[in-house]
C-alpha cells in the first residue's frame, strides 16, 4: 500500500475534559466501559465478550455506525491509564490519561487508529473534514455526559 494511502486513512484524535470529580472516581467510570451508553449518547450499544474484552456499536452526527472490538492493553490506577487496542471498523488504539488538575480532574483521550470500514475509506479524501467534526462534536458530547453523570454521583 502506497504512503500516501495510509496516511489518508489514519486519524489521530486528542482531547482535553476538565472535569469537577476526584481523578479516582473518573478514573473508576472509565473503567467500566459497559456504562458508556448510560451517559455518553454516541455509543450505542457495548456487549461484554470477556472481562478484558467487549464490542461496541458507535455513532455519531453522520449516519453511519462504527462497529469494534475493543481489548483491554493498558489498567494501571497508579499512573491514571487505561488503554484499549480496537479493530473492526477501525484498528488502532485508544488511551484514557486521568490525573489531578484544575480544582478536579484532567482527562486526556488520545486515539490512534486506521480506517477499516470500505464505506468511510472510499469518502477518505472528501470525509476526511467531516469525520473529524463528528469526532469533535462525539467527545464534546461525551464531556458533558460524564461531567452530568458525575454530578449525580
Known amino acids: 500500500m502506497p504512503d500516501w ?3 489518508l486513512h489514519h486519524y489521530r484524535f ?23 451508553p448510560r451517559w455518553w449518547p454516541q455509543v450505542r450499544e457495548i456487549t461484554s465478550i470477556d472481562e478484558r474484552c467487549g464490542t461496541a456499536r458507535i455513532r455519531s452526527m453522520l449516519p453511519y455506525d462504527l462497529k469494534i ?12 491509564v487505561l488503554e484499549i487496542t480496537l479493530r473492526g ?10 490525573k489531578p488538575g484544575g480544582g478536579g480532574t484532567r482527562v486526556v483521550y ?18 476526511r ?16 455526559g460524564l461531567a452530568a453523570w458525575l454530578a449525580r454521583g
Not at 472490538?69 to 491514571?80: K, L, M
Not at 473534514?129 to 458533558?144: D, I, K, S
Open 14 to 36: 486528542r482531547s482535553v475534559w476538565l472535569l469537577d470529580a476526584p481523578p479516582a472516581v473518573v478514573y473508576a467510570v472509565l473503567g467500566r466501559g459497559e456504562s458508556y
Open 69 to 80: 472490538v475493543a481489548s483491554e492493553r493498558v489498567r494501571d490506577p497508579a499512573a491514571g
Open 110 to 127: 488520545e486515539q490512534e487508529v486506521e480506517v477499516c470500514k470500505p464505506l468511510l475509506r472510499g469518502l477518505a479524501l472528501p470525509g
Open 129 to 144: 473534514p467531516l469525520f473529524a467534526v463528528n469526532h469533535r462534536l462525539m467527545m464534546r458530547a461525551g464531556r458533558r
Open 5 to 7: 494511502s495510509r496516511r
Open 89 to 98: 471498523d477501525v484498528a488502532g488504539w485508544a488511551r484514557w490519561t486521568i
